[in-house]
């Protein structure tokens, strides 16, 4: 299986930055897509940025300029760099991996880290 486990999370005052991290672990091949989701209370979770092994974006349109989705292949590992964070950005975040192979040949479609806590107060 896949395990994902998110760190950088915490709190930071409006105009600030933070920078997640997601590093997956299993016995991996190869990850199609990684990304990050948010969630606020009561609300829908929501895509943040997710990015292609080959290194194609797509952000969230409430985050573009001011958000930027990376990752490293090699280390199985996105990252998340929020520069220009808004009391709205605060939620909880949630890694993801769409398409996992594995060593032997099992495909996952949808894997999930537990969350890190954002928020943004002065």
């Known amino acids: 299986q896949v395990q994902l486990v998110e760190s950088g999370g915490g709190l930071v005052q409006p105009g600030g930055s933070l920078r997640l991290s997601c590093a997956a672990s299993?016995?991996?091949?190869?990850?199609?897509?990684m990304g990050w989701y948010r969630q606020a209370p009561g609300k829908e979770r929501d895509l943040v940025a997710k990015i292609t092994r080959a290194g194609n974006t797509n952000y969230g349109d409430s985050v573009k300029g001011r958000f930027t989705i990376s990752r490293d292949n090699a280390k199985n590992t996105v990252y998340l760099q929020m520069n220009g964070l808004r009391p709205e950005d605060t939620a909880v975040y949630y890694c993801?991996?769409?398409?996992?192979?594995?060593?032997?040949?099992?495909?996952?479609?949808?894997?999930w880290g537990q969350g890190t806590q954002v928020t943004v107060s002065s």
């Open positions: 299993g016995t991996i091949r190869s990850i199609v897509g």
């Open positions: 993801n991996a769409d398409g996992t192979v594995l060593v032997g040949g099992e495909f996952i479609k949808d894997s």
